[in-house]
């Protein structure tokens, strides 16, 4: 009795199989475009950081008064940018992506929403601070050349990351929606199965 069930049983866990994969194979994808996305923005970020690190060696050691404390800024600034953009993009390269269920892979894109939005705030509160520094110099004799050029670049460097952040956010956040939104009508009642939210 049991071999006249074998054959059944067997492409029933197969069919099974096939159907876990092909929900599984749109999560891949998306996540792969996901990182994707991060890649491209952390290497426009890796470019801002080394042309401003060439730059800034050079000014800082050409220059003189504003202009010096301006490069030097820069350089420093942008010394920690290509950390996180190498960072970032070695984590993203060495990620196991099939290790990830589809729930893990959709909470890793929101928190990386998050956390641009976050910077993005933090990004605000730098170009504040470089006003702040330009104001103060007005009334320091012996730091005015160094708070405004450090204010200037600071001012510079927060702008170009807010930019940043915000497009990168954008982006990614298009990309996740158009996402859900396709996973939900593909899986909507219509077509004869569950619809689910995330």
Known sequence: MFQRFKLPYI??????????????????????ESQNITNKGMYVLGTWAVANIALGVNGWIQSSGEQKYFHQMNTLWNGVNL?????????????????????????????????????????????AGGFVMRHQSRNSEKRADLLKGYGN???LQGGFLLVFDLILYGVINSHKSNFLNDIELSMSPGMGQLTFSF
């Not at 029933?12 to 929900?23: E, K, N």
């Not at 070695?90 to 998050?114: C, F, K, P, W």
């Open 11 to 32: 492409v029933l866990m197969l069919s099974v199989i096939s159907l876990t994969l092909d929900a599984q194979n749109p999560y891949y994808d998306f996540f792969e």
């Open 83 to 127: 950390t996180i953009a190498t960072w970032s993009l070695a984590s993203n390269y060495g990620r196991d992506i099939a290790g990830m269920d589809a729930q893990e892979m959709i909470s890793h894109v929101t928190g990386l929403e998050n956390l641009l939005l976050i910077n993005a705030g933090l990004d605000l509160l730098y170009i």
């Open 153 to 155: 670049s600071v001012i």
